[in-house]
């Protein structure tokens, strides 16, 4: 069974920086565009950043400059680093993968847990 777990999350005074991560494990063939969400309070969840296969990636705007996503597919893993974070950064932070497990080659969408970052004014 595929699944990813997140790490990384936390507290932090506004400016400063996190690194999240997701890994996926299971039975993995491959693993295509991986992603980051996030949903703060009373709000519907976002796309942050995306990387595909190939590395190319996008962003939400108003992290650009400031998130950066990268991949190590030899770790089969994602990553978010965080900078000049502030306080509207908060919220729940969700990895998103389309992985195609070896039992029936077929792409399906898989979720992290969740992980909290807090940015303190």
């Known amino acids: 069974q595929v699944q990813l777990t997140e790490a990384g999350g936390g507290s932090v005074q506004a400016g400063g920086s996190l690194r999240l991560s997701c890994a996926a494990s299971g039975m993995i063939f491959g693993i295509h565009v991986m992603s980051w969400y996030r949903q703060a309070p009373g709000k519907q969840r976002e796309l942050v950043a995306t990387i595909d296969s190939d590395g190319g990636r996008d962003y939400l705007d108003s992290v650009k400059g400031r998130f950066t996503i990268s991949r190590d597919n030899a770790k089969n893993t994602v990553y978010l680093q965080m900078n000049s974070l502030k306080p509207d950064d908060t919220a729940v932070y969700y990895c998103?993968?389309?992985?195609?497990?070896?039992?029936?080659?077929?792409?399906?969408?898989?979720w992290g847990q969740g992980t909290l970052v807090t940015v303190i004014s």
């Open positions: 998103w993968a389309e992985i195609e497990p070896y039992t029936d080659h077929r792409r399906y969408d898989y």
